[in-house]
């Protein structure tokens, strides 16, 4: 175990559906991020959370909405998703210096495998 | 209609060989390199990292090899296990671009009993 939980680890929407994916850290870190993974392209960045601020989206389309009430805790809200959007969708943490690019180890949870129909 | 999966290299090992994953990286600010392995349902493990300023890291039975003239990185795995069937990642990170890793396609390691 990484210390990184998500659940759930499968969901399977239609696309007018509204869920949310739910990332826990317990690694104490003040960095949090979520990854696609799908079948056609290598890791994509989708979001990262710096101090719960949120300082990267990576060109995500608006019906992908992520939420970081505390250091510990990421949200993805899921709305109105296109088949193509099924893929399996990684939470990781690091530790992060204040104030300046850090290269500390982003540790991954086990994904949830999301399945739009 | 079946949809077209990402070609991952696949590297086939025989178990208590030694194996090398490859890793060619483009951005020469790079200054901290990671690879990482996942298994079939699992989300990518932490296996070692090495900084610009190194060229070679050791860890428990895994080496990573770093040419920055070249831009390649590389990853030994001594007397290769069962349990080291994988998908290899490499990822780095930009530098001035803060705590974002960019990530290879990966490498598929299939170690034959």
């Known amino acids: 175990e990484t210390g990184v939980t998500q659940t759930p680890r499968h969901l399977v929407m239609g696309m007018t559906n509204k869920k949310s994916l739910k990332c826990e850290q317990h690694?104490?870190?003040?960095?949090m991020y979520w990854y696609k993974q799908s079948a056609k392209k290598p890791l994509e960045l989708m979001f990262v959370y710096n101090f719960k601020e949120q300082t990267e989206n990576n060109s995500v389309p608006s019906r992908f909405s992520p939420e970081c009430p505390n250091s510990s805790h990421l949200f993805l809200h899921l709305h109105t998703l296109q088949p193509e959007d099924s893929a399996l969708y990684l939470c990781a943490s690091s530790q992060e210096l204040a104030g300046g690019p850090s290269t500390d180890t982003q540790y991954f949870g086990p994904g949830t495998r999301l399945t739009v129909l | 209609g079946e949809s077209v999966g990402l070609h991952l290299p696949t590297l086939s090992v025989q178990e208590g060989d030694n194996s090398i994953i490859n890793c060619a990286y483009s951005n020469s600010a790079s200054d901290y390199f990671i690879w990482y392995k996942q298994e079939s349902g699992k989300g990518p493990q932490f296996i070692i990292d090495?900084?610009?300023?190194?060229d070679k890291r050791q860890g428990q039975r895994v080496t990573v090899l770093l040419n920055k003239t070249v831009k390649h990185l590389s990853l030994q795995i001594a007397a290769t296990q069962p349990g080291d069937s994988a998908v290899y990642f490499c990822?780095?990170?930009?530098?001035?671009?803060?705590?974002?890793?960019?990530f290879g396609g990966g490498t598929r390691v299939l170690v034959k009993p």
């Open positions: 990822a780095e990170n930009r530098g001035a671009a803060g705590n974002k890793l960019t």
């Open positions: 690694l104490g870190h003040n960095a």
């Open positions: 090495i900084r610009s300023n190194m």
